[in-house]
């Protein structure tokens, strides 16, 4: 069974570190790969995606993340964490199963300390 | 810019009630979604529907039904809400022609009391 797996519910960064947010996934076939952030009360929106154009993928906001097949891993990182990256973030794989289905992580809640 | 939007931002209920979501999308998407986002749990997939008058089950329908009768328009109905239906109820959409992408409304934080 597909699975994605988030380590780490929360992360904690000083403003101006390195963000790193770890995701893995288990797939038999090459998946659609996603990072979405939400803001506090509001719903998920598309931080990046990979479609295997590339395996690093840049998103909105500073973020990027890279695909690596051997490690089965999409990990997001931004160089320098800002106030405004506070959030929590949501890995997540959608694979075709006659229909696209998408399976998300537990989330990161990114905390950011001034 | 694709818009989803739900009908409550809040709602209080109380046990046994019969409870309605609704969700709206404004860009002709084919494909609908509702999920329950609970700490810890991620997002679970409670039903979807690929076209009008269509439905499928997903992870956890048990408790919930679904009704789609207008291609932009997806609900959600609770038939008798319980004190463990207390969540956050989120609406997706996306479109035939990218339908690994999914659009999410802001979300219906619901308490069942």
């Known amino acids: 069974a597909q699975s994605v797996t988030q380590l780490g519910s929360h992360v904690s960064v000083s403003e101006g570190a390195l963000v790193l947010l770890r995701c893995n996934y288990s797939?038999?076939?090459?998946?659609?790969l996603f990072w979405y952030v939400q803001y506090p009360n509001q719903g998920l929106q598309l931080l990046l995606k990979y479609t295997s154009a590339a395996t690093l993928v840049k998103g909105i906001n500073g973020f990027e993340a890279e695909f690596k097949k051997s490690e089965t891993s999409f990990h997001l990182t931004k160089p320098s964490a800002h106030m405004s990256d506070a959030a929590e973030y949501f890995c997540a794989v959608s694979l075709w199963a006659g229909g696209f289905k998408t399976i998300f992580g537990a989330g990161t809640r990114l905390f950011v300390k001034a | 810019d694709v818009k989803v939007t739900q009908s409550s931002r809040y709602l209080v209920k109380r046990t046994g009630e019969k409870v309605f979501l609704e969700c709206v999308q404004d860009?002709?998407?084919?494909?609908m979604f509702w999920y329950r986002q609970d700490p810890g749990l991620g997002l679970r997939l409670i039903y979807f529907s690929y076209d009008v008058k269509m439905k499928e089950k997903g992870d956890i329908p048990e408790g919930y039904s679904v009704s789609r009768e207008k291609k932009e328009r997806f609900s959600l109905i609770l038939e008798s809400a319980s004190t463990n239906q207390t969540s956050m109820y989120l609406c997706a959409s996306t479109p035939s022609q990218d339908q690994e992408t999914q659009y999410f409304g802001p979300g219906t934080r619901l308490l069942v009391l």
């Open positions: 860009m002709d998407h084919e494909n």
């Open positions: 797939s038999s076939v090459p998946p659609y």
